[in-house]
């Protein structure tokens, strides 16, 4: 028995035909992402300080199923507090001013890591985003905006009626072939002057799935300053609260094919690149391939970056990169 429904079995995106004028198909990504910030960005300057907690369980490839936490104190931008607790993991990101502090007690799982995003609807940016479309996923139409890298397509979809996002969908590659991660947001509820959803399911190809559901969102009054104070062991960072640079590629050595090599392998790497431009806790994200995935990760440690930056403060940033062999 498993606590993941089969939705994602029948997802599928159909281009619909053309029901209205060019002119009104022609909604900008701005538009279309900021009507959903509008809705539905509890982040955003003059929102009510909140608090918030997520219950989420993660399946893995090994069949096991992991159940966290996630916790979330926001008064502002410059002051907040986010704790993620997986298994024995756990993970305190703390903001203060300018300054962040983030320590964990063990090597962050990779499952973990966008659990934070779930609700923020406020990292979404018009820039990265190319062309409209109109479709549907799983019965619902939706305006989806497009991003395509030779024959990869990312894609963040929103409610044609209500105009609040409702899934976001990304490349995989499996080995050597691809496949498709979809992440849906559904049962919106209303907070305050906001719409919030309290459901998010995600599948990466019919596994590694995801499952999250708000179980406490409440207006924070209370006044505990030793919630913002640095924990002990803490790494600092930067809390941009401007315009993130990101980082620029400078120098690459490229991966040595290993000696199996065939065909065309793709890796998707996980990396930190750090104010000093240096790429550090890589990982793997792809499905595993041990040998090309032992080739790239000792490539890209040789990498060199000029970092990324905020304001023009040199900063930590996660990014992912790919590295690709081709046998002819």
Excluded at 72 to 86: G, N, P
Aim: proline share 5%; hydrophobic share 35%.
């Amino acid at each position: 028995m498993t606590f993941f429904r089969s939705q994602f079995l029948v997802v599928t995106l159909i281009l619909l035909p053309s029901m209205t004028l060019a002119s009104k198909q022609e909604t900008s990504a701005a538009a279309l992402i900021e009507h959903a910030k509008q809705l539905s960005d509890i982040r955003a300057e003059g929102a009510p300080p909140f608090r918030l907690k997520l219950d989420f369980k993660i399946g893995r490839d090994d069949g096991t199923v992991m159940g966290g936490t996630y916790t979330e104190v926001w008064v502002s931008k410059t002051q907040w507090r986010k704790e993620t607790v997986l298994g024995d993991f756990r993970r305190v990101q703390i903001a203060s001013g300018r300054k962040l502090w983030l320590v964990d007690n063990a090597t962050a799982p990779t499952e973990a890591t966008d659990i934070a995003h779930v609700t923020d609807v406020g990292r979404l940016r018009p820039e990265a985003w190319g062309s409209r479309k109109d479709r549907e996923i799983n019965g619902v139409g939706v305006h989806c905006l497009e991003n395509k890298v030779n024959s990869a397509t990312w894609a963040v979809c929103f409610d044609r009626v209500i105009g609040t996002l409702y899934s976001e969908i990304s490349p995989l590659h499996i080995g050597t072939g691809s496949g498709m991660k979809v992440c849906l947001h559904s049962d919106y509820q209303k907070f305050g002057e906001y719409m919030v959803a309290r459901s998010y399911e995600c599948q990466e190809d019919q596994h590694r799935k995801v499952q999250a559901r708000v179980v406490d969102l409440t207006t924070y009054t209370s006044e505990d300053p030793t919630l913002f104070v640095q924990p002990e062991g803490a790494k600092e960072s930067v809390n941009c609260l401007g315009s993130i640079k990101p980082p620029i590629l400078v120098h690459r050595l490229d991966p040595t094919p290993p000696r199996s090599f065939s065909g065309t392998n793709v890796v998707t790497i996980s990396v930190v690149v750090g104010s000093d431009g240096k790429p550090n806790d890589l990982r793997v994200i792809s499905a595993p391939n041990r040998d090309y995935d032992e080739a790239t990760l000792e490539a890209v440690q040789h990498w060199r970056y000029t970092p990324a930056t905020c304001d023009g403060e040199p900063m930590e940033a996660r990014i992912n990169v790919e590295t690709e062999f081709h046998h002819f």
